[in-house]
């Protein structure tokens, strides 16, 4: 008997972010199915605002795509920036750190990786005459922003790069639906959105078979990357169990699964020792 996979993880996230994800599933017994719903597209930055970029007293990068929009946006430019002695930046998500490499960004948390903990960070609380300059990508929250404002400081924001929705992955879509244990990951609300919205959209003959898939993914088990991700889901109409992870990371998604649906490699152990 051929080994059957304990969970399949529909993995929605951008397509260079597939990789890690599936090494973790596969090792834990499962498998990640790569379905990208967005796309990232890296922005110019103008020459004058990168020389700019020595002005600011706070630079915060709002992901991995940020970070990787400003080093594309410099290299293109042909400038080098090296945060300064009086500069602090900050970063959300360890996975942010990692790609800022040498230019050693603070995490807001160790545990939490969202804009309410990186604004409860002690050195962005009182901001009066100091400039804050957020790396971002287009159509984010303006929490950030509008917080940091109330407390004095004068905020700029640079869009290095957008999210563009992807055509539906049609051929993993249609095995993840014949999967046993099928979960959905969400790490954003536009992702989500996008993955909701491929589903929707149809055409022809083939709108019955696309709306029966979006009332059955309704009913899958969700896991998400924060609190308000999974409240937005059930305010669309989800009706499948939904789990935050406590760990922002591809380790945490696989902790989560293994955390909230023990059955699933209980049953797969089972069945192996009776093949």
Request: glycine share 6%; proline share 4%.
């Amino acid at each position: 008997m051929a080994d059957v996979p304990a969970f399949t993880l529909l993995n929605t996230r951008p397509a260079h972010q597939a990789a890690a994800l599936q090494a973790l599933a596969q090792a834990a017994g499962g498998e990640a199915l790569p379905c990208p719903t967005l796309k990232v597209v890296f922005q110019g930055v103008s020459a004058e605002k990168l020389a700019q970029l020595i002005r600011f007293d706070r630079v915060i990068f709002i992901s991995a795509n940020a970070v990787q929009g400003l080093r594309a946006a410099l290299q293109q430019a042909g400038r080098v920036w090296t945060p300064a002695p009086q500069q602090r930046c900050f970063a959300i998500g360890r996975a942010t750190v990692k790609a800022a490499g040498d230019w050693a960004l603070q995490s807001a948390d160790d545990n939490r990786f969202d804009s309410e903990a990186l604004l409860a960070h002690p050195d962005l609380q009182r901001l009066q005459g100091k400039k804050v300059l957020l790396i971002k990508g287009q159509n984010g929250r303006e929490l950030i922003a509008d917080t940091l404002q109330q407390r004095g400081a004068e905020v700029a924001a640079w869009e290095v790069y957008q999210r563009v929705p992807c055509e539906l992955c049609v051929e993993t879509w249609q095995n993840f639906q014949e999967s046993r244990h099928p979960v959905v990951l969400a790490s954003s609300v536009a992702g989500l959105q996008a993955l909701l919205s491929a589903l929707s959209t149809a055409e022809n003959g083939a709108k019955k078979t696309q709306q029966a898939g979006y009332s059955w993914l309704l009913q899958q088990p969700l896991v998400t990357f924060s609190k308000r991700i999974a409240d937005w889901a059930r305010a669309q109409g989800w009706q499948g169990d939904i789990q935050v992870v406590d760990t922002q990371s591809d380790a945490g998604i696989i902790a989560c699964i293994q955390q909230h649906w023990p059955q699933w490699f209980a049953a797969d152990t089972s069945e192996r020792k009776q093949s």
